[in-house]
């Protein structure tokens, strides 16, 4: 039996939880491999694929420049003209089981998403598989279908939410998938869905090697500052909430006691905090990652909308606590008061609150101990890589 798990990019959170499932298959014997058609466009012989995707992405902008306005400026995917014979490629590798991750940015087709000739299981890492050209979607006009009269006021020119749902519609309901999502606010907005009405679907939260992410000493000041921690690869997106921390540390909290780390891209109001911060990019390099982590006080991420949130489950590995907004998937990863603190959503205020508890409560060593006990309890990868791999087996024993 041999997996393939295919996405758009190498980079981004979706490439690091496939990653850790792969090396966790990998682990148990399991034969697995990762497309990323991001490096597949690099090869010699991708050269005409190379042309027509960036050909594609061209007329995409052309578009969303000119011909239609949206209010909600999260990313977008079309992925309605053929780009990526993916059969071709799962035949020269002799693939079993197909497992899709992120696949949008016009990589491959909705059609041809259907004409996959494997098993298909399907990880949803945000909305767009079951809304409409959106990758995030703050209204439910999925659930409406995008009929015109549901289209918010001041939005004109093309309606692609409602011609990308249509394609949707036209060719997801007659194709069996194996959908996974990472959590239950997921499920339930993918339940609701007429999109997959035929699919089976599990909950199957990502996974971590709690082997490597663990607590290490790190050798601090005695006199040093709590350290808070914020990391996204996307800050500037206001979906991370940026905005929300930026009035926390401004309005509500005592800037002689705390100071700030931003891994990641560099949110637009950075410069403009009152509190002693430091901002590094993008890290790549996992033990890094660990490091930073251990050296932080309480990780702070108040994200407006989560899929599920893995940065949640790092920090908590470590023994480090998270502050975040209740009403998300982070509130499937945090037990408010025992492993961080879920504060009113959309409030700096009790988001200032959750910090100042956590500086005097959770920082102890045996309240580190316990935020790592949960997370273990809950997500380690020992425990829920058999889930996937009864999933494999399962699909393989069908079509064999």
Known sequence: MKIMHITFSSEGGAAVGIKRLHNSLLKKKIKSEIFFFKDYLNYPKSIKMYYKWNLIIFFKRLVLKFLTFRKNKESLSINIIDNLNINSILKKNKIDIVHLHWIGNEMISIKQITNIQKPVVWTFHDMWPFVGAEHFCYDKRFLNQYRPTTRSKGEHGIDLDRIVWKEKQKYFPNKNFYITVPSKWMMK?????????????????????????????????????????????????????????????????????????????????????EIEKEFLPMVKNENKMIKIF?????????????????????????????????????????????????????????????????????LDKNSRENIRNIIFNKFSAEQKISDYINIYKSLYGQFK
């Open 189 to 273: 907005n993918v339940v609701k869905s007429k999109l997959f009405v035929n699919s089976n679907k599990i909950i199957l939260p990502y996974i971590l090697d709690l082997k490597k992410w663990k607590k290490i000493k790190i050798l601090k000041k005695k006199k040093s500052k709590i350290k808070l921690l914020f990391v996204a690869s996307s800050s500037v997106n206001f979906r991370k909430g940026f905005n929300y921390l930026f009035d926390a540390i401004n309005k509500h909290l005592d800037k002689d006691l705390y100071s700030l780390l931003v891994v990641g891209e560099k949110p637009k109001k950075f410069d403009l905090l």
């Open 294 to 362: 251990n050296s932080s006080d309480i990780f702070v991420l108040p994200s407006l909308v989560e899929s599920f949130g893995q940065v949640y489950i790092e920090a908590g590995a470590v023994g480090v606590p998270s502050i975040a907004f209740d009403k998300t998937a982070a509130a499937e990863i945090i037990v408010h008061k025992k492993n961080g603190y879920l504060a009113k959503y959309k409030s700096s205020k009790d988001l200032a609150k959750g910090i100042i508890w956590a500086r005097k409560s959770l």
